[in-house]
Antibody
Framework: EVQVVESGGGLVQPGGSLRLSCAAS????????MSWVRQAPGKGLEWVSV???????SYTDSVKGRFTISRDNSKNTLSLQMNSLRPEDTAVYYC??????????WGQGTLVTVSS | QSALTQPASVSGSPGQSITISCTGT?????????VSWYQQHPGKAPKLMIY???NRPSGVSNRFSGSKSGNTASLTISGLQAEDEADYYC??????????FGTGTKVTVL
């Protein structure tokens, strides 16, 4: 069964760092466009970042220079390194395969809380 | 990277049809046939309902259909049912090699 499972969320102080991971099953991360999407409490979905099958990365403007998306082909995992975290980064973070295609698969999300 | 514009809420009675619009620009919705629609129930992960403007994934009811005209995509739900009450989001690929979601629409079944 195709599945993605996120981990690594938690409570972090403003200015701190956190690394999210996404473990994939029954498909190869490096053969797909993998995205991170977030949803702040009570708010809508916001696309954050993508890494293409060719390794090209893109980010939404609000996280450029602070977040880095990467993948580990040997472990078939996706990661999101988040630095200089702000309270407005507080959200549930979802890992998603092919977010705008017919082969889309999402995890259940991991909560990141940025607060002092 | 402005969010695509959706109505905040749409309502209908059981059995009726409703349509949710998703308005962007020629750099996103109007420029590509990579528009998808998601349904999200409270506390749950989003579920793909439509992809590539008009296509339904396996297992999604044929009561859901998608279309596009110019810079506006639309999701129509026919034969509205109580279980359709949820939030709905569109998403489009963009010319900046990014994606952008819509603002979201709350569907209420009266």
């Amino acid at each position: 069964e195709v599945q993605v499972v996120e981990s690594g969320g938690g409570l972090v102080q403003p200015g701190g760092s956190l690394r999210l991971s996404c473990a994939a099953s029954a498909f190869t991360v490096s053969n797909n466009y993998m995205s991170w999407v977030r949803q702040a409490p009570g708010k809508g979905l916001e696309w954050v970042s993508v890494i293409s099958s060719g390794g090209r990365t893109s980010y939404t403007d609000s996280v450029k220079g602070r977040f880095t998306i990467s993948r580990d082909n040997s472990k078939n995992t996706l990661s999101l390194q988040m630095n200089s975290l702000r309270p407005e980064d507080t959200a549930v973070y979802y890992c998603a395969r092919d977010v705008a295609a017919g082969t889309a698969n999402w995890g259940q999300g991991t909560l990141v809380t940025v607060s002092s | 990277q402005s969010a695509l514009t959706q109505p905040a809420s749409v309502s209908g009675s059981p059995g009726q049809s409703i349509t949710i619009s998703c308005t962007g620009t020629s750099s996103d919705v109007g420029g590509y046939n990579y528009v998808s629609w998601y349904q999200q129930h409270p506390g749950k992960a989003p579920k793909l309902m439509i992809y590539d403007v008009t296509n339904r994934p396996s297992g999604v009811s044929n009561r859901f259909s998608g279309s596009k005209s110019g810079n506006t995509a639309s999701l129509t739900i026919s034969g509205l049912q109580a279980e359709d009450e949820a939030d709905y989001y569109c998403i489009s690929y963009t010319s900046s090699v990014t994606y952008v979601f819509g603002t979201g629409t709350k569907v209420t079944v009266l």
